[in-house]
């Protein structure tokens, strides 16, 4: 069945645009067809008109592309149209700052960067065109914008990759003229001086010296290394023979054509240039170019061209290209379509089309005699394809029906023009009304109107049903002007007045309950279902077969069941369920509840991508399958619907750890194998979520190894489990203190390891008295137990008999330790008792004689550290002397120096201990003693 429309007043959006006009933008100056012989290979474009990054405005060249582009073909992005989003590029020694912008057009950033790196904007036109034909091509692909300009493509090998894209084309082509004029030193071709240029790059066909006269041509030929031979220069605009290279040719022929040349153009009537076949109309005193034969077609009328000489043609002064759009002997001015004219009325009428009243072409009356008069050009168009167009305000905005404009003034008999006459004006917002239903060209896309205005677009699982896809066709480019503002056409939808399911007749009413109930339809407005046309409404439970598809699904009390033609059979004998088959959008059975089955560890995997696991009828969401395989469970997994995983009896729970329970017993998962943890407090260092199995769990394997708090890896690399995290235990030493030489360890797979967060290192057992350090820091440390001691002066550790050279470890190591007290000096406690440390053993002190030495200078050593020193049976006495060979006598806390006879008087002259320059720098100083 088609669609039924519903005939309505044109949407409010109309009204106000009738009365929009907007203004043309002008363009550059008029051109002046290029000559062969007037090409000098020196000299082929000025300096002033090459290095000027003020030419043009975006305005201008978006105007110029327009003007010069012929027309899109279906399914291409042209130049004119063509928006990407362009990066911000810093200033440097060639180009200012560039600011992007999320979209910008490409006539934006051919005036932008010219404007940035001072080159103009025309050049940037004309290169585009040499190298790719982008101004004009009417089907342009994705590579000649990737490789727009040229740049990083050399002759002679592949094109680079990093400068691709055409905005970077187009910035790094301008700058790359600013470095050849800032390092003319650096280049093959420079200004000023005489060049051997090449023909073409083999190197075979030859060169000649040419006086590079200027910056811009030595650029040119920096960019573009060859010169045209005359083979080239006699057949400007096509090919010369083997060895001819085309690009600085191109170049001077499409400035010269485009932007002007020294050599003007003529006039005459259809004339051809006999040197290059470029024809033109001679009319009223000038000669107007005809750009294409297209355009020579709609003047076929006024006869064939005749040839001329290139000189003959160039006194003739030229006016503006030959186009649809002319003015006749009296003034009137016509749109010309196959050959036939019709009367623009105004010129509000002609900016509306996107022209101007200004200069044109003229024809004489002789002309005019020739071609049909048509009458009065309406504002409402009819194309070759059947579409229908209102042009209005410089844009054409498409249209299902004539009549939706007589409201507004508008006739609703419309011109027949071709399809290309019209493709230069800017497409512009639809005129729709409530009940519209329309398609894309592409038949990818439809809108439909509602009754109270909102547009709704289709989905992909629309395409196909006939309600859609015989609708009226609109250009894709109006269709996106359609935006759905109601959001997507569901497949079921509800309103005040039932339940609907899109079919491919149009809604068909349905109860709800058949289709998982109320909650698997969207709601919307009431305008939706009086808006799409009805298909009928099945009583009850019902077959349905989504369009394209082979399998038939009874639809019966919440669910979808796959049936086949003799169970169908049998559904309408036993319950008398009608046998006809409702053919409905693809996804009008997504997600509609299917009953299903499956064993105990099967996956499952609906249309979202989420994995389940099935346990005695539950599905558990799956977090990576890495559990999976821990469990030692199969990991194929099973793509279904999601009318399937809808109809899932339960999915509660997550597998999103190692960590299981089976009845009252807790596990960790490992390479296919249950561990039970060894203790409460095991399973707490472990710090896992547990996930509780049912019937799954009995066919899992379980192990007898306990798992405890250590762990290793395949490296060998041992770890602790401490509240969730694991601990590195850097050597067996540290492996034993926590008890690893009666503990079983578990081998960890690097997966699993990995999900366990790194804590701090186990404090690592290093023998006491041994001096270590650490990466990037210049402390050195002594071995106290298991802490550390700052070690101020390695004349400490002589002092009491140890090595001094030190084992580097890593900081991590270190960071388990609290912040060691500092070794101050040679004097020590071991328990209460003090001692000196001297010549490599410790002296021992009576309380009388350690009571006159400071208390600050001592530092207390762990039982460990002191059973490593050696004890000597030699006190220590006050009588001290140092390496500068003076003796003092320690009292009260100083030390006084024993000068003349005081040595004597106080019997010390047996007595004196040699000490370390630590001990005499703890003790303060006091006064010296002479007798």
Request: aromatic content about 10%; proline content about 5%.
């Amino acid at each position: 069945m088609r669609p039924r429309l519903i005939v309505a007043t044109v949407v409010a959006s109309l009204v106000g645009a009738l009365l929009t006009v907007v203004s043309p933008v002008g363009v550059a100056d008029e051109a002046t067809a290029a000559t062969a012989s007037d090409f000098d290979p020196g000299f082929i474009i000025s300096d002033e008109q090459f290095f000027a990054g003020g030419a043009m405005t975006a305005g201008q060249v978006q105007a110029f592309i327009d003007a010069k582009h012929p027309g899109c073909s279906a399914g291409y992005t042209c130049l004119d149209t063509y928006t990407q989003r362009t990066p911000s590029m810093p200033a440097d020694a060639y180009c200012s700052a560039f600011t992007g912008r999320a979209s910008e057009s490409a006539a934006s950033i051919i005036a932008r960067v010219g404007a940035a790196c001072d080159i103009s904007q025309r050049f940037l036109i004309v290169l585009l065109e040499k190298e790719q034909s982008l101004v004009t091509h009417r089907a342009p692909s994705a590579s000649r914008y990737e490789k727009a300009t040229g740049f990083g493509c050399p002759d002679t090998a592949p094109c680079d990759a990093s400068v691709g894209g055409f905005f970077y084309q187009i910035y790094y082509g301008a700058r790359q003229f600013q470095r050849y004029a800032a390092h003319p030193g650096n280049y093959n071709h420079r200004a000023g001086v005489v060049n051997n240029v090449l023909y073409n790059p083999n190197a075979a066909c030859g060169s000649s010296p040419v006086l590079i006269r200027n910056v811009a041509t030595a650029g040119l030929y920096n960019y573009t290394p060859y010169q045209p031979n005359a083979a080239a220069l006699r057949n400007l605009y096509g090919t010369g023979d083997s060895c001819s290279a085309y690009g600085n040719r191109n170049t001077w022929r499409l400035w010269s054509d485009w932007f002007g040349s020294p050599t003007a153009i003529a006039s005459g009537a259809f004339v051809r240039d006999a040197s290059n076949g470029r024809i033109y109309l001679a009319s009223g005193g000038r000669k107007y170019y005809v750009p294409s034969s297209a355009i020579l077609a709609e003047y076929r009328q006024l006869g064939s061209s005749q040839d001329r000489s290139a000189a003959e043609i160039a006194a003739i002064p030229s006016g503006p290209d030959l186009g649809r759009t002319v003015r006749a002997s009296n003034g009137a001015v016509y749109l010309v379509e196959n050959s036939q004219l019709l009367h623009f009325q105004s010129c509000a009428q002609l900016t509306a089309w996107k022209q101007t009243c200004g200069d044109m072409p003229t024809l004489e009356p002789g002309h005019e005699a020739r071609m049909l008069n048509m009458g009065a050009l309406n504002d409402l168009v009819t194309t070759e394809d059947g579409a229908y167009w209102l042009v209005q305000s410089g844009t054409r905005r498409q249209l299902t029906d004539p009549a939706r404009v007589t409201p507004f003034g508008y006739r609703a008999e419309p011109s027949a023009v071709d399809a290309a006459t019209i493709a230069a004006i800017t497409i512009g917002h639809p005129v729709v009304a409530p009940g519209d239903v329309v398609r894309s060209s592409d038949r990818l896309q439809n809108r439909v109107i509602s009754s109270n205005g909102r547009v709704y677009s289709s989905q992909s699982s629309h395409i196909g049903l006939e309600f859609l896809w015989f609708a009226p066709a609109f250009e894709n480019r109006s269709i996106a002007l359609l935006p759905a503002t109601a959001g997507a056409l569901p497949d079921r939808f509800r309103d005040s007045s039932g339940a609907w399911v899109l079919t491919t007749d149009g809604a068909m009413r349905v109860d709800p309950q058949h289709y998982g109930g109320s909650s698997y339809f969207t709601q919307v407005s009431d305008a939706l279902s009086a808006t799409v046309s009805t298909s009928g409404a099945p009583a009850g439970p019902h077959f349905a077969r989504p369009f394209g598809g082979t399998t038939t699904y009874l639809m019966s009390h919440g669910y979808a069941e796959a049936v086949s033609a003799s169970t169908m059979e049998w559904y309408s004998r036993t319950y008398a369920i009608p046998t006809r088959v409702w053919e409905v959008s693809r996804n009008a059975v997504d997600a509609v509840p299917v009953r299903s089955s499956y064993a105990d560890g099967t996956l499952v995997r609906g249309p979202s991508g989420a994995v389940y696991l099935m346990d005695g009828g539950n599905a558990i969401h799956v977090a990576s399958m890495d559990f999976v395989s821990a469990l030692g469970l199969p990991t194929r997994i099973t793509d279904v619907s999601s009318g399937i995983i809808n109809g899932l009896a339960s999915r509660e729970g997550v597998l999103n750890s190692y960590g299981v329970r089976i009845g009252e017993t807790s596990y960790v998962a490992v390479n296919g194998t249950l561990h039970p943890f060894a203790s409460a407090a095991v399973k707490t260092a472990w710090g896992m979520r547990e996930l509780t199995l049912t019937s799954l769990g009995s066919t899992l394997t379980v192990s007898t190894q306990a798992a405890t708090q250590l762990v290793y890896d395949a490296a060998g690399r041992t770890y602790l489990l401490d509240a969730g995290k694991r601990r590195y235990i850097d050597s067996g030493a540290t492996f034993a203190s926590v008890g690893g030489n009666t503990t079983p360890r578990l081998l960890l797979p690097a997966t699993q390891m990995q999900r366990i967060p790194e804590g701090s290192w186990v404090r690592p057992v290093y023998p006491s008295g041994s001096l270590i350090t650490t990466e990037g820091r210049g402390e050195v440390w002594m071995v106290n137990g298991d802490g550390l001691l700052h070690l101020g002066d390695f004349a400490t550790a002589q002092s009491m008999g140890l090595p001094t050279t030190s084992t580097r470890v890593p900081n991590q190591a270190i960071a388990t330790f609290s912040t060691p007290p500092k070794l101050r000096s040679s004097l020590v406690l071991c328990g209460t008792t003090a001692y000196a440390a001297v010549g490599g053993s410790l002296r021992p002190m009576t309380a009388e004689v350690r009571a006159q030495y400071p208390a600050a200078a001592f530092t207390q050593l762990k039982v460990a550290l002191c059973e490593r020193l050696r004890l000597s049976t030699t006190p220590m006495t006050q009588f001290i002397r140092g390496a500068d060979g003076r003796v003092y006598y320690v009292e009260a806390g100083v030390r006084h120096w024993l000068g003349g006879a005081a040595l004597a008087r106080l019997g010390g002259a047996n007595r004196i201990v040699d000490v370390d320059r630590t001990i005499m720098s703890a003790i303060p100083v006091g006064a010296t003693w002479t007798s």
